[in-house]
């Protein structure tokens, strides 16, 4: 069973750092995977949402599981959608958040090899999973994205007292 970092857990709120291909990243990736087949609802999972300070994360890219190692956004439509979007890190929480509806990304796959692909918002909403875990990545929750950056008193206590800081799903 997975355990992730929940609000206002400090490693939410760190920038992660580059990888390279060592055994430290090839443990993450294998821990990201593993707890994707746990939560099958999951559109996606940031390695910092694991405790990893490190720039990975998983999503599902035309319907197959994808690692994204070191990502970026090369460039963005002007166009934007919002949405409500929900998160592991922050349950019961839910926020609009604007997103583009296109973006141009460029990443390294499981085997270090670059890959750039169009994501667009449509049935899977690619384009929003890839910004809401790159998000993850720099230290963004959905709450500073939408723009509400701190839960009230009353939701901030009742998550730290059921959560402390991580939960299993």
């Known amino acids: 069973m997975?355990?992730?970092?929940?609000?206002?857990?400090?490693?939410l709120y760190q920038?992660?750092?580059?990888?390279?291909?060592?055994?430290?990243?090839?443990e993450c990736v294998d821990r990201l995977k593993s707890a994707v087949n746990v939560?099958?609802?999951?559109?996606?999972?940031?390695?910092?949402?694991?405790?990893?300070?490190?720039?990975?994360?998983?999503?599902?890219?035309?319907?197959?599981?994808?690692?994204?190692?070191?990502?970026?956004?090369?460039?963005?439509?002007e166009e934007m959608v919002v949405e409500r979007e929900y998160c592991l890190s922050l349950p019961d929480v839910s926020r609009l958040v604007e997103r583009h509806s296109r973006v141009?990304?460029?990443?390294?796959?499981?085997?270090?090899?670059?890959?750039e692909l169009p994501l667009s918002h449509g049935v899977f909403s690619e384009a929003r999973v890839f910004q809401h875990e790159l998000d993850h990545l720099d230290g963004i929750t959905i709450l500073e994205r939408a723009g509400q950056g701190l839960l009230s008193a009353n939701k901030l206590k009742a998550m730290t007292r059921k959560y402390r800081g991580w939960r299993y799903v």
């Open 39 to 77: 939560i099958q609802t999951c559109l996606g999972l940031a390695a910092n949402q694991l405790g990893e300070n490190l720039r990975i994360f998983i999503m599902k890219i035309s319907g197959t599981l994808t690692i994204v190692v070191n990502p970026r956004i090369i460039s963005a439509s």
């Open 104 to 115: 141009h990304v460029a990443f390294e796959n499981e085997e270090f090899a670059t890959q």
């Open 15 to 26: 920038p992660c750092i580059e990888v390279v291909s060592n055994p430290a990243t090839a």
């Open 2 to 11: 997975p355990q992730i970092a929940c609000y206002p857990n400090k490693c």
